[in-house]
C-alpha cells in the first residue's frame, strides 16, 4: 500500500497541466445556482405517474396510467415516467433516486439555504412511495411498467396514454426465480439513501424505508450467482434489453453501492465490510488489472461513485488512487474534452451532459472531502464546477442546456407530455406547447453541433437521470457562491388554458332556399392539461325571425343528419326571443388528445323548412353562429368561435348569443298550439316553442346553480312552488303546484310542472330548495336540494341502458316522460340504485371499434356510512366476452362477477370506486350496456 503522501504529491507535469487547467478555466459569468437547482428539482414533477399529488406544482399535468399494476393485482401508480416517453424503468429510477438522495444527505443546507428542501423531499418522498409499493414482497420487485416497444408506438400526451395504448401498461418484476441483482441492490441503495434523507424530518418513514432497503439487499445478495452477470435484471425482465440492459458490465458494483449506502444509514460495520468485499470484484480495464476508471457515473455504473464515497469516508490510499485515476483522466488526461471544456464520455455524443454532470458531482464532493487546503482541491472542484457552468451556459455556443434557465435555452425537447401532440405526431404542433423547466438535454457531442430538434433524441431527449447528478452537484455550487432561488410567488408561472384546446370547425354542406346544412367537426387539443372527454356539446344558434314571419311554428321546421359521429342531435331549443340552436352532444366515447381520429368527432346536420313548398323563405345569414367562410374546401372547415363548445363545467370557448329580456311576439305566436297540452310525449320542439321569457327568467346559465327567481320566492299563492324554479334548456321558469305536467299558467305566471322539468337531460331541471314539505305532483318522488343544477326524475324514470345513437334522420318527436326522464350523465351508460339512500352501479361505455370495447363500472356510494368490499355482477345477451379487466378481480363467463382489490373495497360516503375492462362483441354490432347488479347496488 502506497503512504498517502506520495498519492497526494503532483508530478512536474500534473503541476504544468494544472496550471493550464486553471490558466483556461476564466468563467464568462457567475450562475445563479439557486434558480438552476429549483428549476432541476421540478423537472421530477413533471415526470410523475399515476395520481397527480397536492404538492405537484405542474399546471399542465394531472392523473395518468391510472391502470399500472391492475394486470397482476398490485397498485403501481406511481413513480417517475423514465424520459420522454412513459415507461416506468426501475433500474435508472432508482439510480436516479440515490444520486438525488446523496445530495440532501451531504449538503442540506444547501437545500435549505436555497428553500428547496421541502421541494426536493417531496419528490423523494413521491419516488420511494412508488418502491414500496413496487417491492410486493421480500423477495419480489416490480421493476417496469410499459412494454417499451408499444410505449414508444404513441406520441402524445401521458394523461391519455391509457385510452390509446392500454395494453402497454404491462407490470414485470424480479423474483427469487428470475432474479435481478443490480436492479435489487440499486433500489436498496435509493431507499437507504432516501431514508438518511428523511431522518431529521420524518424518522418513521425513514425507518419503512430502511425495512425496504435491508430487505432488498437481501434479496440482491440471495441470488448474486458467481460471475456478477448472470443474475443481472434485464436477463428476467428481457424487454428492458433495448433499452436499459443491465449486462453490459458486472453487477458487483450495485452490491458495493447499496452496502455503503446501507452502511451510512444504519452504522453497521458489516455492510462496509460487504461494501470493502464487492469493491474487489467491480472489475478492470480490459486486458488489464487497473481499476475501470475511463467511463463514467451512470444508472449502469456505480464503480466511480463507490470509488468517491470509499475515498471521502473510509480513506484508505487504495480508494483515493482509484478516484484520483478517474478523475485525473477526464479533467488533464487523454479523456475527450471539446475546445470549450465538457467532457464526451460516450463516443456516439448520446447524454454528454448526463456524464458531466454526474463527473462533476463526483469531483466536487471529492474535492470537498480533500479540504480547501489540499493541493488537488483546485483541480477537481474547478473541472466539476466547469462542467456545471457549461451546461447552465459558458460554453462556446453562449446557450444553456437547461430548459427554461439563463438565455438561449432549448424548449422543443424530446419530450411527448410538454410537446402536447393532438394528433400523434412528434411534428403538430410545431412548437412545444410548455416550457419543460429545469430539464437538462442530452447536450452537444461537439461545442457548436447542439441543433433543437425534437426528433433528434440523441441531443434532445431529457431523463430523469440527466437530472439527478445535476442537481446534486448545483446543490454543492450553491452553498460556496449562493444565488437566490425565485420567490414562490414567480415560480413556477401560472398557466392558463390555450386557447386552442377545445374548438370546432365548420363548413357549408349544402344550402338553399328553404334549409342550411353544416359539417362540424369538434376536436380536442387539450393539454392544461390534457383530458379525455365524454361531455363535450356543441351548439349552433339560428334566427328564425324569418320563419315565424312566414307563419311557421318552431315544430315546422325539421332537424336531420345523413352522417354523425354524435350521440345526439337536438331539436331546436330556443335560446331567447326569436334565437333558437341545435345542441349536438358527443358522449358515445371518449374524444382524446391522441391522433387524428382520437381527436375529433363530425357531425353534419340541416335544418330546413317544410319542403311542400319552394318559396325562398329560408336566410342563414342573420344567424349568429352563421359566417361566409364556413364555404371554404378545407377538411375540417374553418376554426370559428361563433359555434359555442359546452362540457360539465360550463361553457368552455365560442361565443353565446345575447339574450333578450322581453317576450318575442313570434314565441308567443306559436305558444297557443302548445301551451295547453299536458303530455310531454309531444314533441321537444314543440314544448320549446311554447317558452314565453319574462324579465323575472332572465337569468344566465352561469347564475342558475345559484340564484332563484324573486318573484317566485315572493309569491303568497301555494299555486306556484315557493323557493324552486325549472332550468328549462337555460332559462328559469316557476315550478307549477297543480300542474302535474307540460306547461300551465298559474297565478299569472308560465310556469312548468315538476315532472316535465325533471324530465330534461343533465345539467337542466329543478334548482333551488323547496319551503313545502312537498310537491303536489304524485309523479314525483322526490326533488333534490342543490346548489348546482338539480337533474332529479321521476320515480318511473328509466336509466338510460344504451348510447344515444346517431341517425341519417333525427324526428321532432320525443318519448314519453318515463323514457325521456332517463339521466343522461353518460349518455353511454347504464346505472342502477333502488332509493336515495343506495349505492349507484353504473357500466359506462369508454370506446368501442369494429371487434371490441372498453368499459369502466362504476360503484358510487351515496349512503351514510361506508362500503367494506363489494361484488357485483353483469351479463351481456349478445355473447360479449370480457378479455382483459384492471383494479377488481373479475371471474365468470356470462354473467361476470367483479369484486374489489385490496386497496379499493372501502368507499366512503359520497365517493366512488371504478373498474376498467376491456372485450370483445358479440352478434350485435354496437357494443352492449349491461345493467349492474350486486346487493351494494341496492
Known sequence: ??????????????????????????????????????????????????????????????????????????????????????????????????????????????????????????????????????????????????????????????????????????????????????????????????????????????????????????????????????????????DSQAFYNSNYGVYWDELAWGAIWLWRATGDASYLAKAKTYYDKMGTENQSTTPVFKWAQSWNDKVYGVY????????????????????????????????????????SGWGVNRYAANTALLALFYADKLGTTNPLYSRYHDFGKKQIDYILGDNPANRSYVVGFGKDYPINVHHRTSHGSWADDMKTPAQQRHVLYGAVVGGPAADTDYVEDRGNYVLNEVATDYNAGFTSATAILFGQYGGPALPDSQFPPAESPKPDEYLVGAKVNSSGPRHIEIKAVIQNHSTTPAKG???????YFYDLSEAFAAGYKVSDLSVTSGYSQASDISQLKQWSGSIYYVEIAFAKDVIFPGGQSEHRREVQFRVSLPTTSTLAEWDNSNDPSWDPAYATTENYGLTTNKIAIYGSEGLISGIEPARNTSSASSVSSSKSSVASSSSVSSSKSSVASSVATSSSSSSSKSSVASSSSSSVASSSSSSVI??????????????????????????????????????????????????????????????????????????????????VSSSSSFASSTSSVASSASSKSSAASSSSSSSATASKCQYILSNEWNTGFTATIRVTNNGTT??????????????????????????????????????????????????????????????QIPAVTGSVCN
Request: aromatic content about 10%.
Open 533 to 539: 372527454r365524454t361531455d363535450l356539446y356543441i351548439r
Open 1 to 238: 500500500m502506497k503512504p498517502l503522501k506520495s498519492i497526494f504529491s503532483l508530478s512536474l507535469s500534473a503541476c504544468t497541466s494544472l496550471a493550464l487547467l486553471s490558466a483556461s478555466n476564466t468563467y464568462a459569468e457567475t450562475f445563479n445556482y439557486g434558480e438552476a437547482l429549483q428549476k432541476s428539482i421540478y423537472f421530477y414533477e413533471a415526470q410523475q405517474a399515476g395520481p397527480k399529488p397536492a404538492t405537484n406544482r405542474v399546471p399542465w399535468r394531472a392523473d395518468a396510467t391510472p391502470t399500472d399494476g391492475s394486470d397482476v393485482g398490485v397498485d403501481l401508480r406511481g413513480g417517475w415516467f423514465d424520459a420522454g416517453d412513459h415507461v416506468k424503468f426501475g433500474f435508472p429510477m432508482a439510480g436516479a433516486t440515490t444520486m438525488l438522495a446523496w445530495g440532501v444527505v451531504d449538503y442540506r443546507s444547501a437545500y435549505a439555504d436555497s428553500g428547496q428542501l421541502t421541494y426536493i423531499l417531496n419528490n423523494l418522498r413521491f419516488v420511494n412511495d412508488y418502491f414500496i409499493k413496487a417491492h410486493s414482497a421480500p423477495n419480489e420487485l416490480y421493476g417496469q411498467v410499459g412494454v417499451g416497444s408499444q410505449d414508444h408506438t404513441f406520441w402524445g400526451p401521458a394523461e391519455v396514454l391509457h385510452y390509446k395504448i392500454p395494453a402497454s401498461r404491462v407490470s414485470m418484476k424480479i423474483n427469487l426465480t428470475c432474479p435481478g441483482v443490480d436492479l435489487a441492490a440499486e433500489t436498496a441503495a435509493a431507499m437507504a439513501s432516501s431514508s438518511i434523507a428523511f431522518k431529521p424530518s420524518d424518522a418513521t418513514y425513514a425507518a419503512t424505508l430502511l425495512t425496504h432497503a435491508k430487505q432488498l439487499f437481501d434479496f440482491a445478495e440471495a441470488t448474486k450467482g458467481t460471475n456478477g452477470s448472470e443474475n443481472g435484471y434485464s436477463n428476467c425482465i428481457k
Open 722 to 803: 315557493s323557493g324552486q324554479q325549472c332550468n328549462w334548456y337555460g332559462t328559469l321558469y316557476p315550478l307549477c303546484a297543480t300542474t302535474t305536467s307540460g306547461w300551465g299558467y298559474e297565478n299569472g305566471k308560465s310556469c312548468i310542472a315538476a315532472s316535465t322539468c325533471a324530465a330534461q337531460p343533465a345539467p337542466y331541471g329543478i334548482v333551488g330548495s323547496s319551503s313545502s314539505a312537498a310537491t303536489s305532483s304524485s309523479s314525483v318522488s322526490s326533488v333534490k336540494s342543490s346548489s348546482s343544477i338539480a337533474s332529479s326524475v321521476s320515480s318511473s324514470a328509466k336509466s338510460s341502458s344504451s348510447v
Open 866 to 927: 361506508a362500503i367494506n368490499g363489494w361484488t357485483i355482477g353483469w351479463s351481456y345477451s349478445d355473447g360479449s366476452v370480457v378479455t382483459s379487466s384492471w383494479n377488481a378481480s373479475v371471474t365468470g363467463t356470462n354473467p361476470y362477477s367483479a369484486t374489489n382489490i385490496s386497496w379499493n373495497g372501502t368507499i366512503q360516503p359520497g365517493q366512488s370506486a371504478e373498474f376498467g375492462l376491456q372485450g370483445n362483441k358479440g352478434t350485435s354490432a354496437n357494443a
Open 308 to 347: 468517491a464515497l470509499m475515498a471521502g469516508l473510509v480513506g484508505d490510499a487504495r480508494y483515493h488512487a482509484d478516484i484520483q485515476r478517474h478523475l485525473d483522466y477526464w479533467s488533464v488526461g487523454a479523456g475527450k474534452r471539446t475546445p470549450g471544456g465538457i467532457i464526451v464520455v460516450d463516443s
